[in-house]
C-alpha cells in the first residue's frame, strides 16, 4: 500500500492533450496545498499572536496589582506609624521618624522614597533625605490637588514626575493622611503620604511575563499617561494621544481587548492586548510588531518553499516540455510522450509523497487508505508491516471523538468545497496521543481520491501549555503573598491594642514574608534551603538590635531543600520564636542563647523534627498561662498548613518547642549530620 503501487487511471483512448492534463494535475498537487496550508498558518499564526498577548496582559496585570497592593499596604504602614502625631511634634521627632522610614525602604525594592506632606502641600518628612527643606512647597503636584478635592480617591496613582529633591523619576502611589493629631475632622484633608516607585524597576519585571523577547510592555493610566515601560525610559514618556484607538475604548467602558495602531511613542505598527488593573484606572498593555508576526508565518513559508519548490518546478517544467512536444511530434511519437511523461509525473508525485517533509496519505472517500508514507506511519507509532498486516487505518488512528471531523472533512473535499484543514488527535501504536492539523484535498488527476497532508503540532501545544502556567503561578503567588499578609495584619490587630506595638508586630511579620521571598527568587521559587531561612529569620532579629550577638544563636542540622509554601510558613514560626525569646526569653538577657536544630526521619513516613531550645534566660516560677497571638499563629501554621504538632516545655533554662513537620522536603546531595557542623547566626 506505498505510493509506489498508486496508479492514476489512463483514458481508453489515446488523446494527444492527456500527458499535459496529468501533468498539469499533478503539478497542481502541492500547489494547492501550499497555498492551503500558507493561508490556514497565516490566520492561525495571527490568532496564536493575540491569545499570547492577551495571557500576558493578564499576567501582567496581575503583576502590575501585586505591586500597587504591596505600596499601598506600605502607605498604611507609615500612616499607622505617624497617627496621633501632628504636624509640630513630627517636625519635632523629624530624624527618628526619618530613620524608622529609611529603615522600610530595603523591604519594598521599587520604591525610590516615602514622602509625608501637609495640608499645604510642604514636606513634613522623607525617607532619604534629612532635614526636610522648609521653604518647598508641593502643592503643584498632582496627587496634592487631586487629594485635597471632596471626592478624592481612596488609593491615587501619579504620572511619572522627576523628583525635586533627587531628580530620578517616579511615579506616586499616594493616599490621605488620617488619624493625625491635628484636631481636624476625620472627613477633612490633612495632608498626604506619597510612596514613590521606580518605573524602571517595575518594567524590568515585565520581561518574565511575555512570549517573545522584542515585546513591549506597559503599565498606563486610563487618561494615556505611560507609567512603567519595558524597554525602560529615562524622562517622562508622552502620554497615548485621546484619539487612539486605545483610550477611546477605555472610555467606552473596555476592560480588556486587543487592537492595532501605530505607537505614539516610536512610530511602530504594533499589535497590542490591554487588560484592566482591578480596582485602578490602571491598564497593562501588551505589544508585538505586527512585521515580526508576518514575518514569522514568513518565515515557516520560506521552509516549505524550500523544501516544495524544487518540485513544483520540476513539475511545471515538464508541463512546458509536454505543451512544446505536442506541437511538434506526430501521433506515435506523441503516444510514446505520454507514457514517458506519466512515469515522470507519478515518480515526481512518489518523490514528494516519500520525501518525510510531512506525514501523507491517499485515501478513498470512504476513509479507507490508498498509499500511506513512511512519516505517517512513523508520527503514529506503526511500520509498513503494520500497514501490510492490516493494523493500520486512518479510522484506527484517529481518536473517538474526532471521527465525525473526519467524515466531514471528507464529504466537503468530494462535493469540491475546496482544501479542508482542521486539527485532531491521533492515537499511536502506544495509545499516547499526538495532536495534528490536517490538511484534506482532491487529488489531481483521481476524482475518487482524497490526499491529507498531517502535520505535527504537539510543540505549539506544549508551548501554550507553559504559557497557561506560567499565568495561573503568577495569580497564585500574588493571591498566596496578599492572603498572608492580610492574616497576619488582622490577627496581629485582634490581639494587639496598642497602635505601635500593632505597627512594630506588622512590620515584623511582613518583612520576615519579604525575607522568604527573597531568599525563594533566588531558586526561581522552586525552594529554599532550610539552615539559609533560619539564618536570614535570625540574622534579621539581630539587626534590630534587641541583643542577639553573632554569637549567642547556634544552628545545625541535615542539608534540606524545602517547597515555596512550606519555606514562607517556617518563616513565620521562627520569626515569631524569635521575637518571644526577644522579649522575654534567653534573648533577653545578656547570658542567654538559642540553639535550633533539626533532623529527618525515615523514608516510609518522612518528615521533619525541629527544636528550638533556650538557655540561661530568666527563670520562670510557672509556666505562662497566657495565649498570645504569636502562640496561636504557631499552632495554625504547624497544625493547618504543615499537618505537624507542637509541643512545648518550660525547662528552668528556658522554652523547648519541639515542632514536627509532616511536609514535602528533599535532601542535598551532601548532608551534614547532626552535630557535625554548628552553624552561627
Not at 237 to 261: K, T
Not at 537 to 545: I, M, Q, T, Y
Request: charged content about 25%; glycine content about 8%; overall charge neutral.
Amino acid at each position: 500500500m506505498g505510493a509506489k503501487n498508486l496508479h492514476i487511471a489512463r483514458a481508453p483512448k489515446p488523446d494527444s492533450r492527456w500527458p499535459v492534463a496529468f501533468l498539469l494535475s499533478a503539478a497542481t498537487i502541492p500547489v494547492v496545498l501550499l497555498a492551503g496550508l500558507s493561508t490556514q498558518e497565516f490566520h492561525t499564526n495571527w490568532q496564536q499572536t493575540e491569545r499570547e498577548l492577551a495571557r500576558s496582559a493578564d499576567a501582567t496585570a496581575e503583576y502590575s496589582l501585586r505591586i500597587l497592593e504591596a505600596h499601598r499596604l506600605a502607605a498604611d504602614r507609615v500612616n499607622d506609624l505617624l497617627r496621633g502625631l501632628s504636624d509640630s511634634e513630627i517636625r519635632a521627632r523629624e530624624y527618628d521618624l526619618h530613620q524608622q522610614l529609611r529603615a522600610l525602604i530595603p523591604s519594598l525594592p521599587l520604591v525610590q522614597t516615602v514622602a509625608v506632606l501637609d495640608r499645604d502641600g510642604y514636606l513634613l518628612l522623607t525617607a532619604n533625605v534629612y532635614p526636610v527643606p522648609r521653604d518647598r512647597d508641593f502643592k503643584d503636584r498632582e496627587w496634592v490637588r487631586d487629594l485635597s478635592k471632596p471626592d478624592a480617591p481612596v488609593t491615587h496613582v501619579s504620572k511619572v514626575n522627576i523628583g525635586r529633591l533627587d531628580n530620578f523619576l517616579f511615579f506616586g502611589v499616594s493616599q490621605r493622611r488620617s488619624g493625625s493629631g491635628n484636631g481636624l475632622p476625620d472627613d477633612a484633608f490633612d495632608g498626604v503620604i506619597n510612596i514613590s516607585v521606580q518605573p524602571n524597576h517595575v518594567s524590568s519585571g515585565f520581561a518574565d511575563l511575555t512570549t517573545e523577547a522584542n515585546d513591549v510592555v506597559a503599565l498606563v493610566r486610563a487618561d494615556g499617561e505611560i507609567l512603567a515601560r519595558n524597554p525602560g525610559f529615562e524622562k517622562p514618556l508622552p502620554p497615548i494621544p485621546q484619539e487612539s484607538d486605545y483610550i477611546r475604548g477605555i472610555n467606552g467602558g473596555l476592560e480588556r481587548g486587543i487592537m492595532r495602531g501605530v505607537s505614539p511613542v516610536d512610530g511602530v505598527d504594533r499589535l497590542v492586548a490591554f487588560r484592566k488593573v482591578s480596582g485602578y484606572p490602571l491598564y497593562a498593555l501588551v505589544a508585538r510588531d505586527a512585521a515580526a508576526v508576518v514575518g514569522r508565518w514568513k518565515e515557516r513559508l520560506e521552509a516549505e518553499l524550500l523544501f516544495g519548490g524544487p518540485a513544483i518546478l520540476l513539475l511545471w517544467a515538464l508541463v512546458a516540455l509536454a505543451f512544446r512536444d505536442t506541437r511538434r511530434v506526430k501521433d506515435a511519437q506523441l503516444e510514446l510522450a505520454r507514457a514517458q511523461a506519466q512515469r515522470d509525473a507519478e515518480a515526481n508525485f512518489r518523490a514528494v509523497f516519500d520525501s518525510g517533509v510531512a506525514g501523507m496519505a491517499i485515501l478513498n472517500f470512504d476513509g479507507s487508505a490508498v498509499a500511506v508514507n513512511d512519516r505517517l506511519l512513523s508520527m503514529t507509532g506503526h511500520s509498513r508491516d503494520h500497514l501490510a498486516l492490516g493494523r493500520w487505518s486512518w479510522n484506527a488512528v484517529t481518536a473517538p471523538e474526532f471521527h465525525e471531523a473526519d467524515k466531514g472533512a471528507i464529504e466537503k473535499v468530494r462535493q469540491g468545497r475546496g482544501p479542508e484543514s482542521y486539527e485532531k488527535d491521533v492515537v499511536r501504536a502506544d495509545a499516547s496521543r499526538l495532536p495534528v492539523r490536517v490538511f484534506a484535498s482532491l487529488l489531481p488527476g483521481s476524482p475518487g481520491h482524497v490526499v491529507v497532508v498531517v502535520e505535527d503540532i504537539s510543540k505549539h501545544r506544549e508551548a501554550e501549555a507553559r504559557r497557561d502556567l506560567m499565568t495561573r503561578e503568577v495569580e497564585h503567588r500574588a493571591k498566596n503573598m496578599l492572603a498572608m499578609i492580610q492574616a497576619s495584619v488582622r490577627l496581629s490587630a485582634e490581639t494587639t491594642s496598642d497602635s505601635h506595638a500593632l505597627a512594630a508586630a506588622v512590620e515584623g511579620r511582613i518583612g520576615a514574608l519579604g525575607r522568604v521571598q527573597s531568599l525563594l527568587s533566588e531558586s526561581a521559587w522552586l525552594d529554599a534551603d532550610m539552615a539559609n531561612l533560619i539564618r536570614n529569620e535570625l540574622a534579621a532579629f539581630r539587626d534590630s538590635g534587641e541583643g542577639c550577638s553573632l554569637s549567642r544563636c547556634i544552628i545545625e542540622g541535615p542539608a534540606l531543600r524545602l517547597p515555596a509554601a512550606v519555606a514562607q510558613s517556617l518563616s513565620m514560626i521562627i520569626h515569631e520564636l524569635a521575637t518571644n525569646a526577644g522579649k522575654y526569653g534567653a534573648l533577653s538577657t545578656g547570658q542567654g542563647r538559642v540553639i535550633v536544630k533539626w533532623s529527618t526521619t525515615g523514608h516510609d513516613s518522612p518528615a521533619i523534627c525541629l527544636s528550638w531550645i533556650e538557655e540561661s534566660g530568666p527563670r520562670l516560677s510557672e509556666p505562662p498561662t497566657r495565649r498570645g497571638f504569636g502562640t496561636m499563629l504557631i499552632d495554625t501554621v504547624v497544625q493547618s498548613h504543615l499537618n505537624g504538632t507542637v509541643a512545648r516545655q518550660w525547662e528552668p533554662s528556658g522554652l523547648v518547642c519541639d515542632i514536627r513537620i509532616e511536609v514535602p522536603f528533599s535532601r542535598s546531595e551532601t548532608l551534614v549530620e547532626h552535630g557535625a557542623e554548628r552553624r552561627r547566626a
